[in-house]
């Protein structure tokens, strides 16, 4: 199976930062992979498929990049409602593999 | 409006099965598959199969021989059995829209709180 790691797994941030969340895999998975958001009790949310392609609706100041291992989320200028756990997703092969989480909160 | 409707939340005994299911609408039904992706309380996102409308699956190895997924078509709704449960199976299970098993989940459902106690 491929390994997700994330990091870091939590930060502390405030309103206007620029955030850069990391996501390695464990082999190569070309650009095959997702990130999703999710709140509290609430399902994830797909914001970006293949490394870099915004999903519809998703603010434009959601961005990300990479490939091969070696992958980022990019918030450019972080809103009260982006306070949430950011997960990276493979779909290079199956098992499909998510890393274990980055959480943002409130500074 | 494109959604997908799980059942409520269950409450089950050590070693018993436990039966969600997963009610699409808004899309056509018979053009994506559906993932099931699991999250224990306070834990990361765990995938364990997907299941095309014509019930072709891919499960998790992890899962095989404990999971049955199944669709009917003609309600819209997806399925997912797992049996022989443990306390490590408390979860919140949810299913995905997930085209042709692209890995890809675009559309989650709101979840279904397992429990697993004696």
């Known amino acids: 199976d491929i390994q997700m790691i994330q990091s870091p797994s939590s930060l502390s941030a405030s309103i206007g930062d620029r955030l850069t969340l990391t996501c390695r895999a464990s082999q190569s998975i070309r650009t095959h992979l997702n990130w999703y958001q999710q709140k509290p009790g609430k399902a994830p949310i797909l914001l970006i498929s293949d490394a870099s392609n915004l999903q519809s609706g998703v603010p434009s100041r959601f961005s990300g990049s990479g490939s091969g291992t070696d992958f980022t989320l990019t918030i450019g200028s972080l809103q009260p409602e982006d306070f949430a756990t950011y997960f990276c997703?493979?779909?290079?092969?199956?098992?499909?593999?998510f890393g274990q989480g980055t959480k943002v909160e409130i500074k | 409006q494109i959604q997908l409707v799980q059942s409520g939340a269950e409450v089950k005994k050590p070693g018993a099965s436990v039966k969600v299911s997963c009610q699409a609408s808004g899309y056509p039904f018979t053009n994506y598959g559906i993932s099931w992706v699991r999250q224990a309380p306070g834990q990361g996102l765990e995938w364990m199969g997907w299941i095309s409308p014509t019930m072709i699956t891919n499960d998790a190895q992890k899962f095989q021989g404990r999971v049955t997924m199944t669709t009917d078509t003609s309600t819209s709704t997806a399925y997912m059995d797992l049996r022989s449960l443990t306390s490590d199976d408390t979860a919140v299970y949810y299913c995905?829209?997930?085209?042709?098993?692209?890995?890809?989940?675009?559309?989650w459902g709101h979840g279904t709180l397992v429990t697993v106690s004696s």
């Open positions: 997703q493979q779909r290079y092969s199956t098992p499909r593999t």
């Open positions: 995905a829209r997930d085209d042709r098993n692209w890995g890809r989940f675009d559309l």
